[in-house]
């Protein structure tokens, strides 16, 4: 791995805890595994969809590589920490199975250090000994790994449920899937090509062009769909029309308005007050909902971020 990336990137994130998986791949501990396991507070996508907070496993087979540099991203981007590297060279990739089996193993890792705790609760510990869901978001752009829909299989195969968190500007990459996912997200966070240029900062040309044929084919997915907003105080909550023209395009099953968090190497970028407060976000939403005739079926403040959807309730994937 230090033969692809600086080996002082290397070092910044080991510090940032994320458990390397082969040459490109990582797993990192999401803040919600520790708080479902000693608070019983599970993350909005239990309450959202069914999935298991201590089952999931949030991971990336595209740790350093991706096709834009957002502002709000908690990812490393080169330029960070005065570290630089193409994140658009990409590397010999390892195996679906590969990448699987070792972000069980880097899964398994984390959790061992629950295993004296006496404040985690041991049913769930044991049940989290099995994750059964990948959430394939961690950072990067997961559609630059050329065998994205394999790795998506090659879960499956193991009994999981996956999401998929793309930012849509690889259509070619979505269109081609062997497999898809359980559900996919496509982050929408600009309403025109301006504010996507000054927020997302594509690094590849047409990107803007790229989410837009993306939008066009995603009523074609069998699986549900969900157009993510992350919202960022004074930059992207504005022009609702323009977002419901490209929300309409889609016809997503769901829309998520998650509010910016002031976490990561984001925080390099972006102000504390960046961030904006539920409220915002629910007075966001309502806007949104109104204009593609959506209602709001849930909501989390503590995670910041509101539901949309057609459907009186949201599909869930797992009994909790």
């Known amino acids: 791995m230090q033969e692809i990336v600086p080996s002082s ?5 080991d510090k940032q805890k994320y458990h ?40 990336t087979p595209t740790l350093f590589y991706c096709t834009q540099q957002c502002l709000f991203c908690w990812k490393a981007q080169s330029g960070d920490l005065q570290i630089a590297w193409d994140e658009l060279k990409l590397p010999r990739w390892d195996s679906p199975e590969e990448i699987v089996e070792g972000s069980i193993k880097a899964q398994l890792k984390i959790l061992s250090g629950y295993k004296g705790n006496p404040k985690a609760n ?4 044991k049940e989290a000994l099995t ?6 978001s961690l950072t990067g752009e997961p559609t630059l790994y050329s065998q994205i829909g394999e790795l998506i299989q090659t879960f499956h195969k193991k009994g999981f449920t996956t999401f998929l968190v793309s930012n849509g500007t690889i259509p070619s990459a979505l ?12 982050s929408v ?52 029309d323009e977002y419901a023209k490209l929300i309409r395009k889609a016809n997503p ?8 968090m002031h976490v990561g ?10 961030m904006p407060s539920h409220q915002e976000i629910r007075e966001f939403a309502e806007q949104i909902a109104i204009e593609i005739g959506y209602n709001i079926i849930d909501e989390s403040q503590e995670s910041r971020v509101v539901l949309l959807s057609r459907l009186k309730n949201p599909i869930r994937f797992g009994s909790v």
């Open 175 to 186: 269109a081609r899937l062997s497999e898809e996912p359980t559900q996919l997200y496509i």
């Open 122 to 125: 041991r049913q769930k510990f």
């Open 20 to 59: 390397f998986v082969g040459r490109h791949s990582a797993v990192k501990r999401c803040r919600w595994l520790y708080e479902t396991l000693i608070h019983g507070r599970p993350c909005y996508k239990q309450k959202f969809y069914g999935i298991k907070t201590h089952q999931c496993l949030q991971m």
């Open 253 to 260: 099953a769901y829309v998520e308005t998650k509010s910016y």
């Open 9 to 13: 990137l290397i070092q910044a994130l």
């Open 131 to 136: 994750p059964k869901h990948a959430a394939i």
């Open 189 to 240: 966070c600009a309403p025109n090509k301006k504010t996507f240029k000054d927020l997302c900062r594509p690094q590849i040309p047409n990107a803007w062009e790229r989410l837009r044929e993306t939008l066009e084919f995603l009523p074609s997915f069998k699986c549900p769909c969900v157009i993510r907003i992350t919202s960022v105080r004074n930059l992207n909550m504005k022009d609702v």
């Open 265 to 274: 190497f984001s925080r390099l970028r972006l102000g504390f007050k960046s």
